[in-house]
């Protein structure tokens, strides 16, 4: 089986949290990315182990390289 993984940004809330929502109900591994961290463990609670949540703020160079060191 091939393990899919999407990375939604600005998933703790809006359309990225719809959309991390909805990858999570069909198989994908989702890492939730955006600036508040309370919001995005909200999000990865309610879609279940699936989900990594990363604080990031994806205007920042430093941040991205931080995000895509945890994935």
Do not use: H, N, W
């Not at 069909?26 to 890492?31: G, N, P």
């Amino acid at each position: 089986m091939v393990l899919k993984v999407a990375l939604v940004t600005g998933a703790g809330s809006g359309i990225g949290r719809a959309v991390a929502l909805a990858l999570a109900k069909t198989q994908y591994a989702v890492v939730l990315a955006g600036r508040r961290a309370e919001s995005l463990e909200r999000v990865a609670r309610q879609a279940g182990s699936s989900c990594l949540a990363v604080a990031a703020d994806v205007t920042e160079p430093a941040s991205v390289e931080a995000l895509f060191a945890r994935i």
